[in-house]
């Protein structure tokens, strides 16, 4: 076999091998976790309305589940991400997208966070995800709180 029609054969097997990857793929899609009923994700601390000034503690509640960390799957349990200034997701059968300054992931577990935030009126809410950081199944959130920081 020459030396151009050793390379076409491997270009050829990888593009096939990256076809066949691509075709299962789907097929193993995780599908979001169902979430027991009544399980519900809450903001400790700041209360919403609060007038604060930095370094911002924020505490994370939730009723229902137990928090593991990210990789860690165990039945009704997950990690908070918290969203700030931000919606949450359109798409709740994705992982929970991580934007810097914006969703913040807690994946090894954590129920509070210290933030500085700019001088102003801020919005914060936290979500549940699961080992993949995909939210389950009703979305286990919280309320979305207001909080204003002074300069």
């Given at each position: 076999?020459?030396?151009f029609?050793?390379?076409?054969?491997?270009?050829?097997?990888?593009?096939?091998?990256g076809l066949l990857l691509a075709s299962v793929a789907p097929l193993h899609a995780q599908q979001p976790l169902?979430?027991?009923?009544?399980a519900a994700a809450y903001v400790i601390s700041p209360a919403d309305g609060a007038k604060l000034s930095n370094p911002v503690v924020v505490r994370f509640g939730l009723k229902g589940m137990g928090i593991a960390p990210a990789g860690?799957?165990?039945?009704?349990?997950?990690h908070h991400h918290l969203f700030i200034d931000t919606d949450l997701p359109a798409n709740l059968t994705?992982?929970?997208?991580?934007?810097?300054?914006?969703?913040?992931?807690?994946?090894?577990?954590?129920?509070?966070?210290?933030l500085t935030l700019s001088p102003g009126t801020h919005t914060l809410q936290l979500?549940?995800?699961?080992?993949?950081?995909?939210?389950?199944?009703?979305a286990v959130s919280s309320t979305k709180i207001t909080i204003t920081v002074a300069p």
């Open positions: 076999m020459n030396r029609s050793h390379k076409s054969l491997i270009r050829s097997s990888l593009l096939l091998a169902p979430a027991p009923a009544g860690t799957q165990m039945e009704n349990t997950g994705q992982p929970i997208p991580a934007v810097e300054g914006k969703v913040l992931h807690f994946g090894k577990g954590q129920t509070e966070t210290t979500m549940l995800g699961d080992h993949l950081h995909i939210p389950n199944n009703p």
